[in-house]
């Protein structure tokens, strides 16, 4: 259960940042740094843009190596519900990944476990890969609460979405180390992933190692620690992937990780 992955998944979250001019500068520090003659197949990197720059950066994202995602989903197919986007819209602008969950969603919109396996189930059936968020916050924690919360979380997704489960990307983000400074210890991180991944197994048989990303304050001095933890499949990053230095300095830690 805790061999280390040889791939790594490096997903930049930028959140509701951004501008045309801004994307366009940091996109082009990205491919420039991270360039796709030069990518070993190891490392796969993509960034979750605001859904209104998504068309944009599809543009400036095609044939890199670089993937391009959203950031939310509806939960429904089409039809009357101003303001959503639909799974099978982002398909159609060329996006890859898709962050279903994020405790931003579930705190400020009140995103609940069905909905966001709905939104999940939505995305799978476009072929889009939902990073589905777990996380547990700092009174949950303190209470003891913290695999009960994230297995929860977890089993309202397996639960909709049977064996297409083994197409899923999970990301665990403690809440109280998101945007923080206060990143969860590579043993904290170990110890979640590790009953994530014994409940996935649990759940669906496969032989394909299903992708376990850690975020919550991952950045250019601790991203290699943590990319090196054993269960630690990728990162999802926030603020550190706003700026293409520090980005670009977490996949060349991914990078070297994947090597040993
Ligand atoms: P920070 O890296 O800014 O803590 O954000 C993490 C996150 O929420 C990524 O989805």
């Known amino acids: ?29 990205l491919l420039i740094g991270w360039p796709k003659s030069q990518a070993s197949g190891r490392v796969q990197a993509a960034v979750c843009v605001p859904s209104v720059y998504l068309t944009p950066c ?23 519900y101003t303001g959503e986007v639909s799974a099978a819209m982002l398909r159609d602008v060329g996006v890859r990944y898709v962050i279903v969950g994020h405790s931003e969603r579930r705190q400020y919109h009140a995103e609940t476990d069905q909905l966001v396996a709905q939104k999940a189930q939505k995305a799978l059936a476009v072929g889009i890969t939902p990073v589905v968020c777990v ?27 049977g064996h297409c489960v083994s197409e899923i990307v999970v990301a665990y983000e403690p809440v109280w180390a998101i945007g923080t400074g206060q990143t969860a210890t590579a043993e904290q991180a170990q110890e979640v992933h590790d009953l994530l991944r014994a409940q996935l197994k649990a759940a669906v048989s496969m032989h ?43 996949l060349a830690d991914a990078e070297a990780v994947s090597k040993v």
Request: charged residues 15%; negative net charge; proline residues 2%.
């Open 208 to 250: 394909e190692r299903i992708c376990i990303l850690y975020g919550g304050s991952m950045n250019a001095g601790n991203a290699k620690s943590l990319l090196s933890t054993p269960g630690i499949d990728g990162g999802l990053i926030g603020g550190a992937s706003l700026k293409a230095t520090d980005f670009l300095s977490i």
């Open 58 to 80: 599809s543009g400036l994202l095609h044939h890199s190596a670089v993937d391009l995602g959203a950031q939310d989903v509806s939960a429904h197919e089409a039809g009357a």
């Open 135 to 161: 996380g547990e916050t700092l009174l949950e924690r303190q209470a003891g609460q913290t695999a009960d919360v994230v297995k929860r979380q977890l089993a309202a997704v397996i639960q909709l979405n």
């Open 1 to 29: 259960m805790n061999q280390s992955n040889p791939h790594k998944l490096i997903v930049g979250n930028w959140k509701m940042n951004g501008s045309l001019a801004g994307n366009a500068a940091l996109i082009q520090d």
